[in-house]
């Protein structure tokens, strides 16, 4: 039976890279009981004391080295991401899978959906990186991004910004009243104007057709959702900086829902002349 193919060993970053997805303390990484098998099954017996992307990275590192090949790492890839762990939970292994192409792009290589290493374009900036891993603009886009969104945040797509997304997403409604209304203003101002304040004066612009009570009510509620969007979205980010901001990704994803949401809506709205 011939020898198997012996592979280029891995650049310590890359197996570094590695080590920190699928060891990662929080879902979607690897438990520890997961990380004692699958190392057994590379025939690596045990790993050291420590966290758990250390004592992986250790493990994998002095394999590799004791061989002087990559098998082991590309190994212990395969079986993590075999996707037949995953039936049970395929958006962990989408997560994983991205996670694991947005750290291994810059070093020329990418998970398949087999869950393999495979050679891929080599990215050389986080700009590049963030185009040939794609993850934001492909999830954004299955929750069915308005492709409004993408005309305001392409660039902090790519360059993965999620607190300066949120801020142009939050942008792009105020902006969009003004372009089909002709009104100028921001807030108050401006949606007062276009949504009106009741008292029998037929709005500006309707999402609906204002011809009942349970219009009204919707017809305001809308106003106010436009509201909230501005003083709980656009304002602190417009008065507060990335380096302060902490965003959560799938708060992120539910905002871009909400303001796709909206979008769509105005799609629909018809104009007063």
């Known amino acids: 039976m011939p020898e198997p193919l012996k592979l280029v060993t891995f650049d310590v970053a890359f197996v570094k890279a590695v080590s920190n997805v699928l060891g990662q303390t929080e879902q979607p990484g690897l438990s520890n009981a997961d990380i ?4 057994r099954q590379v025939h690596v017996a045990s790993r050291p004391e420590g966290n758990k992307r250390n004592s992986l ?9 004791r061989q002087a090949a990559g098998n082991v790492v590309a190994g212990f890839v395969a079986r993590s991401m075999h996707p037949s762990r995953y039936v049970n939970n395929p958006g962990r292994f989408s997560d994983l899978r991205d996670q694991l192409n947005e750290a291994i792009v810059y070093f020329g290589w990418s998970v398949t959906e087999e869950g393999k290493l495979a050679r891929g374009t080599r990215a050389s900036t986080l700009t ?21 969104l993408i005309r305001y945040c392409a660039e902090e797509f790519v360059t993965r910004s999620l607190f300066h997304a949120i ?45 009942s009570d349970s219009d009204i009510s919707e017809h305001k509620g809308f106003k106010n959702l436009l509201l909230g969007v501005h003083g709980h979205y656009r304002n ?32 629909r709205a018809t104009i007063r002349r």
């Open 36 to 39: 004692d098998q699958l190392l």
């Open 57 to 65: 990275f250790e493990a994998l590192w002095e394999k590799q080295n």
């Open 128 to 148: 590049e990186g963030a185009k040939l891993s794609g993850r934001l603009l492909t999830e954004l886009t299955r929750r069915g991004l308005h492709r409004e």
């Open 167 to 211: 801020s142009e997403a939050s942008k792009s409604i105020p902006s969009r009243v003004r372009e089909m209304t002709g009104l100028a203003g921001d807030g108050d101002a401006l949606y007062n104007g276009v949504f009106g304040t009741g008292g029998g004066v037929q709005p500006m612009l309707m999402i609906n057709g204002y011809s």
């Open 236 to 267: 602190p980010r417009a008065h507060g900086n990335r380096i302060d901001s902490q965003e959560n990704i799938e708060d992120f994803f539910d905002a871009f829902s909400l303001f796709s949401s909206i979008h769509r809506r105005l799609d």
